[in-house]
C-alpha cells in the first residue's frame, strides 16, 4: 500500500534522487545550474513500533517535498543520496543505532561536497532530520570545513527555534534561518520516535510502522532533570527511556504527518527561492 505520490515508486529512499539518473543527466543538470538538495540523517532505534531508518526517510521525504515545491516556482533541483552515517549518542546503547567516529564523518561529508563540486554544482541545501547534540556538532564543522576549502555554497536549514538552541545567531554564512510554525502546547516532551516521527512514517511509510505495538505504547512522562539524564547518553539515557523512545507516539496521525511535511516543504522552498534571487534576510534571534 502506497499512500502518496512521493512514495509511489516505493520505499527505497534512492527513488526520485540523482542514483537514479544517468552520467548524462546529471552533467545536463549541471550546465543549467541546478541546486542540490542533500537529506541527513542517521541510522539508529527508534521505539519498538518505528524501524531503524527513521531520520534518513524524515529528510528523504522532506527532500522530495521540497523539491516538489521548487519545481512549481521553476528552480530545478536534484537530490542527492542520503547521507546517513552520522552520530548517535542518546540511544546509543540501544542495538541498531550505528555511530560513526567525528572524523569520518567530517571527511565522509568533505569528500560528497568535493564529488558535487567537481561536476560543476555549487548550491547545496542540507535537510537534516537528526538532532543528537554530537551529530549536529560535527555536521557543523563538516560544513564548515567543506565550504572553506572546497569553496562550494552548502547551507543548512534551519528554523528559528533550533537554530537558537544550537547558538547560531543567524549570521552565519552557513545557514539559511526560516521563522518556526507556531507548536501546541504539550505536557509530554516529545523528542524521539515521538508523536511526530510516529504520525510522517504513518503517512509515507504506512507499512513500516507496528500499529499494534503503537497502540500498547504508553507516553513517557519524564522531568527536565530527566531529560539532562536521557542527553547523556548510553545506559543513563536508556534508563530514562527503557523502550527507546521519548514523547507521546499512541496520539500520532497520518494526517498531521502529511501537514506538517507539506507544511515544510512549502516554507523551505521560499527560503531557497529567496535566498537565490538575494531577498533572504535571517529572521531576529531573540
Same mark, same amino acid.
Given at each position: 500500500?502506497?499512500?502518496?505520490?512521493?512514495?509511489?515508486?516505493?520505499?527505497?529512499? =534512492?527513488?526520485?534522487?540523482?542514483?537514479?539518473?544517468?552520467?548524462?543527466?546529471?552533467?545536463?543538470?549541471?550546465?543549467?545550474?541546478? !541546486?542540490?538538495?542533500?537529506?541527513?540523517? /542517521?541510522?539508529?532505534?527508534?521505539?519498538?513500533?518505528?524501524?531503524?531508518?527513521?531520520? /534518513?526517510?524524515?529528510?528523504?521525504?522532506?527532500?522530495?517535498?521540497?523539491?516538489?515545491?521548487?519545481?512549481?516556482?521553476?528552480?530545478?533541483?536534484?537530490? %542527492?543520496?542520503?547521507?546517513?552515517?552520522?552520530?548517535?549518542?542518546?540511544?546509543?546503547?540501544?542495538?541498531?543505532? =550505528?555511530? !560513526?567516529?567525528?572524523?569520518?564523518? *567530517?571527511?565522509? =561529508?568533505?569528500?560528497?561536497?568535493?564529488?558535487?563540486?567537481?561536476? +560543476?554544482?555549487?548550491? !547545496? =541545501?542540507?535537510?537534516?532530520?537528526?538532532?543528537?547534540? #554530537?551529530?549536529?556538532?560535527?555536521?557543523?564543522?563538516?560544513?564548515?570545513?567543506?565550504? @572553506?576549502?572546497?569553496?562550494?555554497?552548502?547551507?543548512?536549514? @534551519?528554523?528559528?527555534?533550533?537554530?537558537?538552541?544550537? +547558538?547560531?545567531?543567524?549570521?552565519?554564512?552557513?545557514?539559511? *534561518?526560516?521563522?518556526?510554525?507556531?507548536?501546541?502546547?504539550?505536557?509530554?516532551?516529545? *523528542?524521539?520516535?515521538?508523536?511526530?516521527?510516529?504520525?510522517?512514517?504513518?503517512?509515507?511509510?504506512?507499512?513500516? !510502522?507496528?500499529?499494534?505495538?503503537?497502540?500498547?505504547?504508553?507516553?513517557?512522562?519524564?522531568?527536565?532533570?530527566?531529560?539532562?539524564?536521557?542527553?547523556? +547518553?548510553?545506559?543513563? %539515557?536508556?534508563?530514562?527511556?527503557?523502550?527507546?523512545?521519548?514523547?507521546?507516539? $499512541?496520539?500520532?496521525?497520518?494526517?498531521?504527518?502529511? #501537514?506538517?511535511?507539506?507544511?515544510?516543504?512549502?516554507? $523551505?522552498?521560499?527560503?531557497?527561492?529567496?535566498?537565490?534571487?538575494?531577498?533572504?534576510?535571517?529572521?531576529?534571534?531573540?
Amino acid at each position: 500500500m502506497k499512500n502518496t505520490e512521493l512514495t509511489a515508486g516505493g520505499y527505497s529512499v =534512492f527513488d526520485g534522487t540523482m542514483v537514479d539518473m544517468t552520467y548524462v543527466q546529471i552533467e545536463k543538470a549541471a550546465e543549467e545550474k541546478s !541546486v542540490i538538495l542533500l537529506p541527513v540523517g /542517521v541510522i539508529e532505534e527508534h521505539g519498538p513500533h518505528l524501524p531503524l531508518g527513521v531520520d /534518513v526517510y524524515g529528510a528523504y521525504i522532506h527532500a522530495k517535498t521540497v523539491n516538489v515545491e521548487l519545481e512549481k516556482k521553476g528552480i530545478h533541483a536534484l537530490i %542527492a543520496p542520503p547521507f546517513y552515517w552520522g552520530m548517535n549518542h542518546c540511544t546509543s546503547s540501544f542495538a541498531g543505532s =550505528f555511530t !560513526v567516529r567525528e572524523e569520518t564523518m *567530517i571527511e565522509l =561529508f568533505w569528500d560528497i561536497m568535493a564529488s558535487l563540486k567537481r561536476w +560543476g554544482f555549487s548550491d !547545496v =541545501f542540507i535537510f537534516n532530520h537528526h538532532y543528537d547534540r #554530537d551529530h549536529t556538532r560535527v555536521l557543523t564543522r563538516a560544513i564548515q570545513k567543506s565550504r @572553506l576549502d572546497i569553496g562550494i555554497r552548502a547551507f543548512w536549514l @534551519l528554523d528559528d527555534v533550533l537554530g537558537k538552541s544550537f +547558538g547560531f545567531t543567524g549570521r552565519e554564512p552557513y545557514v539559511l *534561518i526560516a521563522e518556526a510554525p507556531p507548536v501546541p502546547p504539550s505536557q509530554f516532551f516529545d *523528542i524521539h520516535a515521538d508523536s511526530s516521527e510516529t504520525s510522517f512514517m504513518m503517512y509515507y511509510f504506512p507499512d513500516l !510502522v507496528d500499529r499494534d505495538v503503537l497502540k500498547s505504547l504508553t507516553s513517557t512522562r519524564v522531568t527536565a532533570e530527566d531529560l539532562k539524564v536521557w542527553r547523556r +547518553g548510553w545506559e543513563e %539515557a536508556r534508563k530514562i527511556t527503557p523502550q527507546g523512545f521519548l514523547g507521546d507516539p $499512541a496520539s500520532a496521525s497520518p494526517e498531521r504527518g502529511r #501537514d506538517t511535511i507539506e507544511a515544510y516543504g512549502k516554507r $523551505a522552498a521560499e527560503l531557497i527561492e529567496r535566498f537565490l534571487q538575494g531577498r533572504y534576510e535571517p529572521p531576529e534571534m531573540k
